[in-house]
Nanobody, 126 residues
Framework: QVTLVESGGGLVQAGDSLRLSCVAAGRTFSQYAMAWFRQAPGKEREFVASISWSGGRTEYADSVKGRFTITSDNPENTVYLQMNSPKPEDTAVYYC???????????????????WGQGTQVTVSS
């Protein structure tokens, strides 16, 4: 069984930095694409960032491009989301996600996600 466990959320001031981590277990981490999504109160869950199985291709939502960076560490079975210059509108529960298919390039739709983490709250104060 695949499990995803996020950590690193909390309260941060606008303009500061925060790094989220997601540790995956239950299968060979390096063979699958990984992604981060988020959900703010009263809103639908939305795509944030994605990284391919090889780590060589990344995708970002326009709202975070240039501020957030997704990376993966295969020996540690961990994917990270570095959040620089966060804004109050980035406040949400952040979810780690992955899919069933091997050798994935990107995960940008919630319908492509097969496994979700439990989420970690990020609150950005102004």
């Amino acid at each position: 069984q695949v499990t995803l466990v996020e950590s690193g959320g909390g309260l941060v001031q606008a303009g500061d930095s925060l790094r989220l981590s997601c540790v995956a277990a239950g299968r060979t981490f390096s063979q699958y694409a990984m992604a981060w999504f988020r959900q703010a109160p009263g809103k639908e869950r939305e795509f944030v960032a994605s990284i391919s199985w090889s780590g060589g291709r990344t995708e970002y939502a326009d709202s975070v491009k240039g501020r957030f960076t997704i990376t993966s560490d295969n020996p540690e079975n961990t994917v990270y989301l570095q959040m620089n210059s966060p804004k109050p509108e980035d406040t949400a529960v952040y979810y780690c996600a992955t899919e069933m298919s091997l050798w994935g390039i990107a995960i940008i739709r919630t319908t492509h996600v097969h496994y979700w983490g439990q989420g970690t709250q990020v609150t950005v104060s102004s």
